[in-house]
């Protein structure tokens, strides 16, 4: 496999890994590697399976980057950013996630090894998501394939927890909304962050429901504003490419979407008075490369419907 390596940054060394996450719409996850004074910080990990673990562990090793002997931050619960935590499960290997996020992420491994439905599929049900195209959609879903296989032992990082590598100091920022504790980093001398799934510049982060979250919704544009107050330069996104525009510019991008897909949610409620999340989300507007709602994927429809159920909950909360 060729390795997609690149240096994004000299002060400190900094370096994009691309992983390639074949046949996903996200189509690869960025791991980033960061290096100084003979330590090392690795970004996110990509999914469990093979053709990740090649590509990570290819570029780790043209680095000179152990995974015995590193720092490993996990920015979520995602497996497309976690699934291969477990390679990294050394005495000398420091795993750092958010206490919360973590705890999620254990109940998570624990029903997928028993067999057992999601806790968030309950949620989709009760919103006419069909059971049998449910399960389909959980069967398939790669979030769940690539899961990593059992826990790993973490050391919790909660906001404003300061991380040192060599001379490098980096400040860990709570962004909860893409998922309910997901953790993210900046560099405050060099003002560059880190942004997980927070910020994408190509695509707009899904925001989802969560068992025991009241408005994800909401509490992800309030993380939007959140980091507005930082003084950030360069953002190095989780997935796709780096972008010329700037935070601000950015941000208010992703705004304007959901006050779009609210007022079309809006718009379907006013058509279809009653309609439970499911038939509101067979009405909105979805990028289903040609399919119709009837025939897309349901691992497709299992994002929509996730998303509607979030854009529902936040319309309830903000009583609009």
């Known amino acids: 496999m060729l390795i997609h390596l690149e240096q994004v940054c000299s002060s400190p060394a900094i370096y994009k890994l691309y992983i390639p996450l074949t046949g996903n719409a996200l189509k690869n996850l960025n791991c980033y590697v960061l290096t100084d004074h003979g330590e090392s910080l690795v970004i996110d990990t990509g999914f469990r399976n093979e053709e990740c673990r090649t590509a990570l562990m290819g570029g780790l090793k043209e680095l000179g980057v152990s995974p015995e002997h590193t720092k490993l931050f996990l920015t979520h619960l995602h497996s497309d950013h976690c699934g291969l935590a477990e390679y990294f499960d050394y005495p000398d290997t420091t795993i750092y996630m958010g206490e919360a996020e973590y705890k999620r992420l254990q109940g998570i491994i624990a029903n ?127 997935h796709r490419n780096l972008s010329d525009k700037t935070l601000p510019q950015r941000i208010q991008e992703i705004k304007r979407h959901h006050k779009r897909r609210l007022s079309e949610v809006r718009e379907v409620l006013r058509a279809h008075p009653g309609a439970n999340a499911y038939e509101v989300a067979s009405h909105l507007t979805w990028s289903l490369h040609g399919a119709t709602w009837e025939t897309a994927p349901k691992s497709q429809q299992w994002f929509a419907v996730g998303e509607t159920i979030a854009h529902l909950n936040h319309l309830r909360a903000s009583d609009k």
């Not at 909860?176 to 997901?182: I, L, V």
């Not at 060099?190 to 919704?217: A, E, M, Y």
Request: proline residues 9%; hydrophobic residues 40%.
């Open 112 to 238: 997928i090894s028993a067999k057992a439905t999601w806790d968030s599929n309950a949620m989709l049900m009760a919103e006419g998501f069909p059971e049998e195209d449910l399960r389909t959609a959980t069967e398939t879903n790669p979030a769940r394939i690539f899961m990593s296989s059992r826990p790993f032992p973490v050391t919790f990082v909660h906001g404003g927890d300061i991380l040192q590598v060599g001379g490098v100091k980096l400040e860990v920022l709570s962004v909860p909304g893409h998922t309910p504790d997901q953790m993210i980093l900046y560099l405050p001398e060099q003002k560059i962050l880190f942004s997980g799934d927070h910020v994408l510049f190509d695509i707009t982060p899904n925001i989802t429901c969560w068992p025991g979250v009241r408005d994800p919704l909401g509490d992800y544009l309030k993380s939007l504003d959140k980091i507005l107050t930082y003084e950030i330069e360069t953002v190095f996104p989780g």
